[in-house]
């Protein structure tokens, strides 16, 4: 039992990593531009998939196809901004429409994937040297284990990039008052399509981090990795990327946990219970006071 449990607690520390990720590039969408993305999931597998052709098409390797990732969905999210998100500003509820176009955005970036891979489940079939490495009592897989340092590593980047440069700041100023940003000359168009392409990629970086750490993907497991998200978001408190960051590591912690001592059909459900549990107690999420300061 006790090598269960470590192996729970090492497993859910590092697909808390990853949710955690994905959590903080959707908490920064909606704190900046108070959009409700539900085609981030896509981006994620759309992430994944990129790894998976450059390794398989290329021969890349994964830590390669990360930055490659990076550069590629940042771009995109650039273009998407000022190709859609304009518009939304013009419509009497944003938020609302924002989730409505997402969502068929969702729809059409999955059948696109689904028209170039096919439903078939696919993997990247890449061996780290060594396959595992022994943490304690229990081996752990390597690709794992780079998995985790890299998001240790992107979330210590990020949080330094938050706390200590102009642009961070500016970020996170945005979140909390955009029309006390926009008094002091700051370009918030600029801003907003900035922190779009950040968190778009982010969102392709952790897809790779998917396909390192998850057995399987195909081109409709963007919504769970979308509500995932959401649920992180929502733990954590709106707009907080501190509280995105814990949230996804409690999230990961309670489902790998859960897998240790409940039958897999009912470990599936103890975050929603985790969710449920905090809005009751908590509605703004675990930090969510300090993102209303």
Do not use: C
Request: hydrophobic share 60%.
């Amino acid at each position: 039992m006790e090598i269960l449990v470590l192996n729970g607690l090492l497993n859910g520390l590092i697909v808390g990593g990853v949710y955690a990720l994905i959590g903080l590039s959707l908490t920064l969408l909606y704190g900046v531009l108070r959009i409700v993305n539900f085609a981030h999931g896509e981006f994620v597998i759309g992430g994944a998939f990129v790894a998976y052709v450059l390794y398989n098409s290329l021969g890349i390797p994964p830590l390669l196809a990360m930055p490659l990732a990076a550069v590629f969905f940042f771009g995109l999210g650039w273009a998407g901004y000022f190709l859609l998100i304009p518009r939304l500003s013009r419509s009497d509820d944003p938020e609302i429409m924002s989730f409505l176009m997402m969502y068929g955005m969702s729809i059409a970036l999955a059948a696109v994937m689904l028209l170039l891979f096919e439903a078939d489940s696919r993997s990247i079939d890449y061996a780290f040297e060594p396959i595992s490495m022994k943490v304690g009592l229990v081996y752990v897989s390597t690709a794992r284990l780079v998995a985790f340092g890299v998001t240790l590593a992107m979330s210590a980047a990020l949080a330094w990039f938050l706390f200590r440069t102009l642009p961070g700041k500016a970020l996170r100023a945005t979140i909390m008052n955009r029309e006390a940003i926009q008094i002091v000359g700051v370009d918030v168009i600029k801003l907003s399509a900035f922190a779009f392409a950040l968190a778009t990629a982010i969102a392709g970086v952790s897809g790779v981090l998917v396909a390192l750490v998850f057995p399987a993907f195909n081109p409709f497991s963007g919504t769970d990795y979308a509500i995932i998200g959401f649920i992180v978001v929502v733990l954590g408190g709106l707009g907080n990327p501190v509280g995105a960051l814990l949230a996804g590591l409690l999230y990961g912690l309670a489902e790998q946990m859960s897998t240790v001592f409940l039958p897999q059909a009912m470990a599936q459900i103890v975050g929603f219970l985790i969710l449920v549990t905090v809005i009751l107690v908590r509605p703004t999420g675990i930090l969510g006071w300090r993102a209303q300061r």
